[in-house]
């Protein structure tokens, strides 16, 4: 089994920052990649950024240059730094790993719960 855990968001006013953590934990073997989602009210679950093993960045057109995605492999781990934030950026946030558990080598899809990013004054 294998689980993610998320943390860091929060209520924060234009032009703040927030940092998402999401740790992967369990029978984990490898992972392949692992991102961030968005997901407004009445919207659809979109990329936000993402990183492979190997540190291929990718990033939505809507935060590039603002937030940036990274990785610490040995704890399983990813982060969001999230700069210069916008109302329009309130969302839901959902954590993605694409990754083999130990005694199964196909590749499978984790989500976390979510995690609220509110950006308001």
């Known amino acids: 089994q294998v689980q993610l855990v998320e943390s860091g968001g929060g209520l924060v006013q234009p032009g703040g920052s927030l940092r998402l953590s999401c740790a992967a934990s369990?029978?984990?073997?490898?992972?392949?990649?692992m991102g961030w989602y968005q997901q407004a009210p009445g919207k659809q679950r979109v990329l936000v950024a993402s990183?492979?093993?190997?540190?291929?960045?990718t990033y939505g057109d809507s935060v590039k240059g603002r937030f940036t995605i990274s990785r610490d492999n040995a704890k399983n781990t990813v982060y969001l730094q999230m700069n210069s934030l916008k109302p329009e950026d309130t969302a839901v946030y959902y954590c993605?790993?694409?990754?083999?558990?130990?005694?199964?080598?196909?590749?499978?899809?984790?989500w976390g719960q979510g995690t609220q990013v509110t950006v308001s004054s």
């Open positions: 993605r790993a694409n990754l083999r558990e130990i005694t199964d080598w196909s590749l499978k899809d984790y």
């Open positions: 990183v492979t093993s190997g540190g291929t960045t």
């Open positions: 369990g029978s984990i073997s490898s992972i392949y990649a």
